[in-house]
């Protein structure tokens, strides 16, 4: 990391306090949502062994609420306080976390699915409220810093969220992974009650009641944030490629621990797979600052297309490779890789969205994202293993990436160029506004 990302990334924690909060309280919450979740998988495949199935079903309840929620929480963000939403879902989750304590211990699986569906459900609601706050308190200078430290976030709790989540269940179990989960939660929530957040970031759109929200109210957001993203083209083609990029991450939730348990290191797959998740955070901890740099020396589209190209060849490598340390080497230049694709990404989404429309837009791009995810894992289900082998799903994934890749080629370097004339003019019109603003007040 450079002495300039060290220096500006110490800035935003010491100038933003409130944004502080608001990421320690992000990391714990989803520590709490993974340890538990990837603790819960290796008891499956243990008891389970020969119907991998059973593990890549814990993960479909991970992801399809967010699917099935996708109508109410882009409005829920947007219309209703934003901290209480965020402190509501850290609470109830935490409660959750005890019946699922309860269904293992009476060793009840489709309880335990049930709970984790619903867990999942209401975790749903956290990020596009979080995403808002943070947009909230935070200048559009920070946004693609703040993007950057969600990559650092993410690593951490890649690193120590699979790790762990391998750790808990090989030294104290599943139980005691799932305590681990609930006092992340409890921490989260802690965390958010002591923010002190100005009402336009918690409510920007003005105060709401929750009974005020009727089908028509949703209706109406739903349609609201559909007319703007169609009428933004250049978020109208970011959308676009959700489709493959949430399949990606749906393949690579289990096709890891797969390639791991049925080729490199059946005996031995939980230490392997604990070490692949600390490889994949030390990965992303030192891309994440990397690509905070770069993506202020770089055009946003040229590093996004360029990652994904490299991405492609990374993932061609784990269908080949025949060694488990290799394959942990090469999972933990993947994750490096990972933050020069999601840094411009999302930063670029965040900066040209309105902050007022932004949880109606993320309405619409969640579900597609899970969509895709949850179409990944049901494929993985169904073909694995019994039509295809898990290096045949590594070249599938391939193919799709490199599709990606050519489209975004193809059509984001005009657009880009477009929405920098567009953004070059607004500074003009402001800039006119303001010298004009001063002539009349003098």
Known sequence: MSKKSKLEMIRIFREHPTFSKLFMAQLTSQLGSVIGLMAIAFYLLDRFTTQPVYATVTELCYSLPALLLFFLVGVWSDRLDRKNIILYCEWIRAGLTLVLLGALIMDWIPLLFIVLFVRAGVGAFYLPAQNGLVQGVLGKEHYTTAAGLNMMLVSVFAMFGNGIGALCYWWIGVEGALLVDLCSFVISALLIRSSVIREEARQPNGQNRLQDINVSVVWQDLKAGFQYIKGHRLLLTLMSGLLVLGGLNGFLAV?????????????????????????????????????????????????????????????????????????????????????????????????????????????????????????????????????????????????????????????????????ELIEAQQEVDRARAQASSGAVSN
């Open 255 to 419: 096709l890891p621990i797969f390639l791991l348990k049925y080729k490199l290191a059946p005996n031995s797959y939980e230490e392997m797979t604990a070490l692949m998740g600390i490889a994949f955070g030390v990965g992303m901890m030192l891309g994440s600052p990397v690509a905070s740099q770069w993506v202020k020396k770089m055009k946003l589209y040229q590093m996004f297309i360029g990652s994904l190209f490299a991405a492609m060849g990374l993932i061609v490598s784990f269908a080949l490779v025949n060694n488990a340390w290799v394959f942990v080497g090469l999972y933990g230049l993947f994750a490096f890789l990972l933050p020069f694709v999601n840094v411009p990404y999302h930063g670029w989404r965040q900066r040209i969205t309105d902050p007022k429309m932004i949880g109606r837009v993320h309405a619409w791009f969640n579900p597609l994202l899970k969509l895709s995810h949850s179409v990944a894992l049901g494929f993985v289900a169904l073909a694995f293993p019994a039509w295809v082998g898990v290096e045949a799903l590594f070249w599938l994934v391939a193919m799709l990436l490199c599709l990606t890749a050519v489209y975004y080629l193809i059509v984001l370097p005009p657009m880009a160029k477009r929405q």
